[in-house]
């Protein structure tokens, strides 16, 4: 299986840029995605890399490097609106293409 | 419908009972994926349905936990004899093989279950 790695809490400014890591293992990688999720809502897609670089979406990156196992969500001009929990999952050839998730960051976001 | 919907949206059960909980997905897509998510972590994959073949049942947890979708749309999943351990929340996520060139999942808001 997949040893997906994230930290489980990281807090920051209103109007400042935060960096959410995640490392995993897998030998079958088929893209890695991450989403956002609300307290007792439902997980909303963010973005998704498969090739290694940055994809930029508005004030989400995020960035994969598949030889160093590791991907980074930045987030810029924070709102107080992006607090929530930042979960990242990672495809996997060998599971049908499912996804298995990591434990997820709880993002905070102080005024 | 224009998103996943799934239902009851709570369930609180005594343990030994059973509960039925559904999933309604997007209409036409084809891949549907349960999850089981815990407080604080994130979701637990459960199984995998490609149309009504299940593929992939490996994170059922025991065998008192049971999915179908017989007719490729709508799926349950059932668990017998709750135990207060299945407590959690409960994603339906579908996914269309055709279109998106992300392949990404969408979920629905899930049902919280609560086994007392």
């Known amino acids: 299986g997949q040893n997906i790695d994230q930290p489980t809490e990281m807090t920051a400014t209103e109007g400042a840029i935060v960096q959410i890591n995640c490392t995993y293992q897998?030998?079958?990688?088929?893209?890695l995605f991450w989403y956002q999720q609300h307290a007792g809502e439902a997980p909303t897609f963010l973005s998704y890399?498969?090739?290694?670089g940055l994809e930029e979406k508005g004030r989400f990156s995020s960035f994969l490097s598949r030889s160093k196992g590791y991907s980074y969500l930045l987030l810029k001009e924070l709102q107080m609106k992006d607090s929530a929990s930042y979960l990242c999952?990672?495809?996997?050839?060998?599971?049908?293409?499912?996804?298995?998730f990591g434990a997820g960051t709880r993002l905070t976001v102080k005024p | 419908g224009a998103g996943v919907s799934q239902s009851p949206r709570y369930k609180v059960a005594k343990r030994g009972q059973d509960v039925a909980l559904r999933c309604d997905p997007i209409s036409g897509h084809v891949s549907l994926f349960w999850y089981q998510q815990a407080l604080g972590q994130g979701p637990e994959f459960l199984t995998y349905?490609?149309?009504?073949?299940?593929?992939?049942k490996s994170g059922l947890p025991s065998d008192r936990f049971f999915a179908e979708r017989p007719e490729g749309s709508v799926s349950t999943l059932k668990i017998q004899r709750t135990q207060q351990e299945d407590s959690a929340v409960y994603l339906c996520a579908c996914r269309d093989e055709q279109v998106s060139s992300y392949n990404e999942q969408f979920f629905g808001p899930g049902t919280r279950l609560t086994v007392l």
């Open positions: 897998t030998s079958g990688f088929n893209g």
């Open positions: 890399n498969v090739l290694d």
């Open positions: 999952a990672v495809r996997d050839r060998r599971n049908n293409n499912d996804m298995r």
């Open positions: 349905f490609q149309n009504e073949a299940q593929l992939d």
